[in-house]
Each structure stands twice: as structure tokens, then as C-alpha cells.
């Protein structure tokens, strides 16, 4: 089977860092995608890593352990317009884009 | 640039019934995909297009839903006939062959009584 796992919620404080880890088994792994939704909007991208390594954009990061089959995305400077779902997608093939449930994650000032 | 369109934005419909979606992505893009989000979850692709080609519909109830893409453009995501667990956001997006990031659109927040 494939399975993704990420915490279904997280908390943090305004201005702080948070990250939001994913865990994925799936059948062929090309890369591992990040995904921005609000609540009643459309998930916008975030972040593509096929190579292991941290890739930095702005205040979002997304690091990559193939050899773990782990990732994350980390947020810094956290604001309260960050309150929103993130979901972790395992690109399986050169077609299939195989999501996780989700973390919602809660801001607080 | 626009975005990717759809419409409409909200249904009702009684279980048995039909109910078609459609969708107009963004100028250019070769992939069109159509998602069932179920509240809650995260999105369920059900198919995927190449142009005018299916390339994935493993997870498409083929027995109940059906999607097409005419002239590798626009397309269109029907249910006939609807049942209760229907009742979901159905998202498209497009992108880019090659690329790895999806535009998604507004959605269809379809509900089934």
C-alpha cells in the first residue's frame, strides 16, 4: 500500500517557527510537494523537492530525507495570515500526485 | 494571466440525480486534473489529462462519474447518478507538462440530499 502521515493539527504563536513534518510510503517516489489551503479556498503551491536537501523560499522551507522517506516544511516569522491547512503530495510517477490529509495549523498572537 | 475557472460554485442536488462540472484552465497548460476533496481529507485525484488524452483514472468511479476534455482544452466532470458520499469539493487544476506545480481553481462544493 502507500500511506503520507503528517500531524492532523498544529499551534504555534505568531512570529515564531513551527514545522510541520511528513512521512510517506508509497510505491515510486519522484519528489515531494507542499501545498497552501484555506479554509474554503484552493490549495496553492508551495514547494517541490525531488533532491534531499532544504530549499529556502522567503519565510517557507521544505526539506527532503529520501533515504528516511521524510520531509518538512518549516515557517518563519509566523503571521496570522499562516492559519491555514498544509498538505505534504508524494509525486509517485510521472503522473500521479498521491496527498496526505493535511495539517491544519493554528496561529495565536 | 487568469486562473483556472469552474463552475458552478455550488450544487444541491437529490441522490440518483446528475450533476456536470466544468472547467477552463489556464491558457497553455497541457495537464488538466480533476479532484474530489471530501471535508476534512485531502484531494482525491480521480483523472488526468495529457491534451485531449487520459494519462490516470485508476481512482475515477467509472461506474458513476465520467470527464471528458474536447480539443484538449476545456473540460467537464459528470456524476450520474449521485449518491449521499458524493457530496465533496471538486477541485481542477492545470499545469504545465513537465512542471510540477498545480493551479487550482475555485471549486465545486457539490452536495447530495
Known amino acids: 500500500g502507500q500511506s503520507l502521515e503528517q500531524p492532523s493539527e498544529v499551534t504555534a504563536v505568531e512570529g515564531a517557527i513551527v514545522q510541520i513534518n511528513c512521512t510517506y510510503q508509497t510505491s515510486g517516489f519522484y519528489g515531494l510537494s507542499w501545498y497552501q489551503q484555506h479554509d474554503g479556498g484552493a490549495p496553492t503551491f508551495l514547494s517541490y523537492?525531488?533532491l534531499d536537501g532544504l530549499e529556502e523560499t522567503g519565510r517557507f522551507s521544505s526539506f527532503l530525507s529520501r533515504s528516511d522517506s521524510y520531509g518538512y516544511l518549516l515557517l518563519q516569522e509566523l503571521q496570522m495570515k499562516d492559519s491555514a491547512s498544509y498538505f505534504c503530495a508524494v509525486k509517485k510517477s510521472n503522473y500521479q500526485l498521491i496527498w496526505g490529509a493535511g495539517t491544519k495549523l493554528i496561529i495565536k498572537p | 494571466e487568469a486562473g483556472v475557472a469552474q463552475s458552478p460554485r455550488y450544487k444541491i442536488i437529490e441522490k440518483r440525480q446528475s450533476v456536470a462540472f466544468w472547467c477552463n484552465p489556464i491558457s497553455g497548460h497541457a495537464t488538466l486534473y480533476w479532484y474530489q476533496q471530501i471535508l476534512g481529507q485531502g484531494p482525491k485525484l480521480l483523472i488526468q489529462f495529457q491534451n485531449n488524452g487520459v494519462v490516470d483514472d485508476s481512482q475515477l468511479p467509472k461506474d458513476r462519474f465520467s470527464a471528458e476534455r474536447l480539443k484538449g482544452v476545456d473540460s467537464t466532470l459528470k456524476i450520474q447518478p449521485a449518491k449521499l458520499e458524493d457530496s465533496a469539493v471538486y477541485l481542477c487544476?492545470?499545469?504545465?507538462?513537465?512542471?510540477?506545480?498545480?493551479?487550482f481553481g475555485p471549486g465545486t462544493r457539490l452536495t447530495v440530499l
Open positions: 487544476a492545470s499545469g504545465l507538462a513537465g512542471v510540477n506545480e498545480q493551479f
Open positions: 523537492n525531488a
